[in-house]
């Protein structure tokens, strides 16, 4: 079983890498192989919208770090996203992954029935969007959201805030075990 987590901000080791971290230690504890993809800070380009990745099953047109990501999605049985809260939205490189990663998807099928969460630092306002957005994504995609005690959030500003939000933190902690509990439910 493999869990990968894609985080969309460019601080490697900032609150948004951090809470994936979180969740992907409960799913490692359970025996899960996990990945954590570095998209924030890659040099993005926006869907072309030329509809070549639905003659050529799986790649976009374009070819940089998106066709690599997307195989890894596709071989994940669960997928994190993560973005820290920009302007009450996602980052530009989350919302490249979500566009291009989700057409993809859009003749392959690729994400049918894996599992599904999205977590958002957030210093004051505007998670609660950064996390609908992200969701979007998954709702689309016949994929299975998966949720915790609270909203997936945690309020941070500066790197390492994350971990003085202890709330945040069993938050991150119980989706870990929820998506341990769905996977184990789902799969022999
Ligand atoms: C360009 C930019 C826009 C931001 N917009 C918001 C915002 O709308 N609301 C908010 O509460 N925090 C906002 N923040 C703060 C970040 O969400 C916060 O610092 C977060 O912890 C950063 O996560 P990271 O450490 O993973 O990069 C913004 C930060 C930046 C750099």
Known sequence: MKVLAVSGSPRQAGNTARMLGTVLEVCQKAGFETEIYQAGGKPVRGCMSCGRCFTHAGRCA???????LYQKMAEADAIILGSPTYFAD?????????????????????FSRKIGAAVSPVRRAGGIHTLDSMNHFFLISDMILVGSYYWNMSLARDEGDYEKDGEGVETLQRLGENIVWLLSKTHD
Do not use: F
């Open 62 to 68: 374009i070819d940089d770090w998106i066709n690599e």
């Open 90 to 110: 996602l980052t530009t490189e989350m919302k490249v992954v979500i566009d291009r990663c989700g057409y993809i998807s859009r003749s392959t099928d690729a």
